[in-house]
């Protein structure tokens, strides 16, 4: 027999804000550091698995990456959600979350079923 089979990821990319506006410290900072390095890496590979006929995608780069790679141009189908401000204050932040999730939007997906035949093989 055939058994189907899917993932969900869920990741939060919250505290990627502008390290210069919050004025973090300490842990805070550092996590906001490696955040912003983890958001710069995905959209690196986003723009790479979106080139046709590119041979290297580098999903290897960030753990981010490495753990998203089914649903960075593999069998899946990937939604994001961006959280903007209505501010005028955040304005500038809100342009640039939509700027990122309009550069993610490249990404296009092959989306087919997910099958595993008994014994554990995967078609």
């Not at 505290?15 to 919050?22: N, P, Y």
């Not at 995608?57 to 961006?82: F, Q």
Request: with cysteine.
């Amino acid at each position: 027999g055939q058994n189907m089979f899917s993932k969900l990821f869920l990741v939060d990319l919250a505290g990627s804000e502008r390290i210069s506006k919050t004025r973090s410290e300490g842990l805070v900072l550092r996590e906001a550091g490696h955040i912003n390095k983890s958001l710069s890496i995905l959209e690196q590979v986003v723009l790479a698995a979106s080139q046709k006929g590119r041979e290297h995608v580098p999903y290897r780069s960030s753990k981010l990456t490495h753990v998203l790679k089914d649903s960075l141009g593999g069998n899946c189908r990937t939604v994001m959600i961006a959280n903007v401000w209505g501010e005028v204050a955040q304005l500038d932040e809100t342009f640039s979350t939509c700027r990122f999730a309009a550069r993610m939007a490249r990404l296009v997906c092959e989306v087919r079923s997910n099958i595993a035949q008994e014994g554990g093989a995967r078609v």
